[in-house]
T-cell receptor, first 113, second 111 residues
Framework: DVKVTQSSRYLVKRTGEKVFLECVQD?????MFWYRQDPGLGLRLIYF???????EKGDIPEGYSVSREKKERFSLILESASTNQTSMYLC????????????FGSGTQLSVL | GNSVTQMEGPVTLSEEAFLTINCTYT??????LFWYVQYPGEGLQLLLK?????DKGSNKGFEATYRKETTSFHLEKGSVQVSDSAVYFC??????????FGSGTRLLVRP
């Protein structure tokens, strides 16, 4: 089975801190995604990547950046964390160009105080 | 732009009851449609999908039919179990190949 691993299940940070969320997949998938999940809003796409060193903005990229130096790893960076970035962050990967079937990690619940 | 609208939860049912979770979409053209499920403490996983009008997706006793006339993709199951308690997300794939998710519907099945 495909495994998507997110480095932390829970994370607590302070306002203004630089935050790194790490995601690793073990099935050589080309595509990787970062979503945030908020009650009543569902999943919103932050950034995605089709290949190493490539990135594309999703629907809500403001306040975030990403890094993909290796195919299996996709990092989400909060340059200066703010309280409105408190959320559940979900990483996903998929193979091919249609990326219909996404494989998700179990999520990182980030609290910014 | 494209969007997906789901019925608000939570939906609370007794075991063996019939389940319907409504989902409608707006899109230009005919998107592919999906249901994802998120069990407690886990990430989302694909439950079923349909890629064209009148297709029926099915898996684990769940079914959904792509209805072009009503722009709907309602999720149904004839007899729910406690283990079906989860959050269910409807999604569509738009013309840019991004998945657009609904807000999710929490299902709670009581013994």
């Amino acid at each position: 089975d495909v495994k998507v691993t997110q480095s932390s299940r829970y994370l607590v940070k302070r306002t203004g801190e630089k935050v790194f969320l790490e995601c690793v997949q073990d099935m050589d998938h080309e595509n990787m995604f970062w979503y945030r999940q908020d009650p009543g809003l569902g999943l919103r796409l932050i950034y995605f990547s089709y290949d190493v060193k490539m990135k594309e903005k999703g629907d809500i990229p403001e306040g975030y950046s990403v890094s993909r130096e290796k195919k299996e790893r996709f990092s989400l960076i909060l340059e200066s964390a703010s309280t409105n970035q408190t959320s559940m962050y979900l990483c996903a990967s998929s193979i091919g160009t249609g990326h219909e079937k996404l494989f998700f990690g179990s999520g990182t619940q980030l609290s910014v105080l | 732009g494209n969007s997906v609208t789901q019925m608000e939860g939570p939906v609370t049912l007794s075991e063996e009851a019939f389940l319907t979770i409504n989902c409608t979409y707006t899109a230009t053209g005919y998107p592919s449609l999906f249901w994802y499920v998120q069990y407690p403490g886990e990430g989302l996983q694909l439950l079923l999908k349909a890629t064209k009008a009148d297709d029926k997706g099915s898996n684990k006793g769940f079914e959904a039919t792509y209805r072009k006339e009503t722009t709907s993709f309602h999720l149904e199951k004839g007899s729910v179990q406690v283990s079906d308690s989860a959050v269910y997300f409807c999604a569509s794939r738009d013309s840019s190949y991004k998945l657009i998710f609904g807000s999710g519907t929490r299902l709670l099945v009581r013994p």
